[in-house]
């Protein structure tokens, strides 16, 4: 149904979009997040890095033009690329700050000539007026998707995390983006402290029901330097085995709706701040395991899908 697999992939997405395969370039705008900043928070969510959400994109010292071209070189001496990339916009949250520090930096991506989409991480309690209708100028130049951290549908796990926002703002920012014509992919964490599986699943249908465009799906990491760190150390948080984390995507899968693209089934913490489950650090490994399992067990994106509308 999607090409060689068995859910609705990135990948063949872009492909279908663009004619060929599309990589991501990881940039850094120098943001910062109310969670560290001091307005809710100074301390971060409880799994979060110093680095933010990821660890991968060049400094923000150097300019939007020059970490793209730095990031297509770096792919480049990987894989065999095309000329069509996504900018994306990563570390902490990318909305965070006026529109005149955002716009320079969002259109400056845009003009690059490789740049087919600009992908931008955040909040969805970042989202204010002005900078929806910055978002929706971006978004008749080139396709924008933004990226919101909701990690759970749970409210107690929500405070427990300390994301610092309630499920409704989600739901609201799903919606304006969507008035807007810009495309929604939202974050979710499996194993959460204190989840069952069930909590994920719910967290999954409420994704569904807001009619999110994307989904990541995310391993829990335990990572040096966060609180986290210190429940697992004292034994007050445990993480998936792989087999129970693959066995929860298999079942997750089959729940999605069809038309949902699946940008992430797993994922992979720096190597130097991880922890665990160490097994992730193999994403190759595991990404190959489930495939397996998707095919034997005859499973695809939607079987079982159900619509509460």
């Known amino acids: ?176 983006l969507k008035n807007l014509g810009i495309e929604v992919v939202t974050h979710v964490i499996a194993g959460l402290p204190g989840e069952t599986e069930d909590d994920f699943f719910a967290t999954l249908e409420h994704v569904a029901s807001c009619h999110s465009d994307g989904i990541k799906i995310q391993l829990l990491h335990i990572l040096n330097g966060t609180d986290l760190a210190g429940l697992y150390n004292t034994g007050n948080c445990k993480v998936l085995t792989q087999e129970q984390y693959i066995d929860l995507v298999i079942r997750s899968i089959a729940l999605l709706p069809p038309e949902m693209v699946i940008h992430r089934l797993t994922g992979d913490g720096p190597k130097d701040l991880l922890i665990a489950p160490l097994w992730s650090s193999h994403k190759r490994d595991v990404l190959n395991e489930i495939h397996r399992q998707l095919k034997q067990q005859n499973i695809w994106q939607g079987k079982e899908y159900k619509n509460h509308e």
């Open 1 to 176: 149904m999607w090409g060689e697999k068995p859910y609705h992939s990135l990948d063949y997405e872009m492909k279908s979009r663009f004619g060929q395969k599309v990589y991501k370039i990881s940039l850094d705008g120098g943001m910062t997040c109310p969670n560290r900043d001091g307005l809710l928070d100074t301390r971060g969510c409880i799994f979060c890095s110093g680095s933010g959400s990821d660890d991968f994109a060049a400094p923000c010292s150097t300019s939007v033009t020059a970490q793209i071209t730095q990031g297509i070189e770096g792919i480049s001496k990987r894989k065999k690329v095309g000329s069509k990339f996504i900018a994306y916009f990563q570390s902490f949250t990318n909305t965070y700050g006026p529109v005149s520090y955002l716009e320079p930096l969002y259109k400056e991506a845009l003009a690059h000539p490789d740049v087919v989409m600009l992908s931008i991480a955040t909040r969805p309690d970042c989202l204010p007026p002005e900078v929806l209708e910055l978002l929706a100028e971006c978004s008749r130049i080139k396709p924008v998707i933004v990226e919101l951290g909701l990690q759970t549908s749970n409210e107690s796990t929500a405070q427990f995390i300390r994301r610092g926002y309630p499920l409704a703002v989600y739901d609201k920012a799903v919606a304006d």
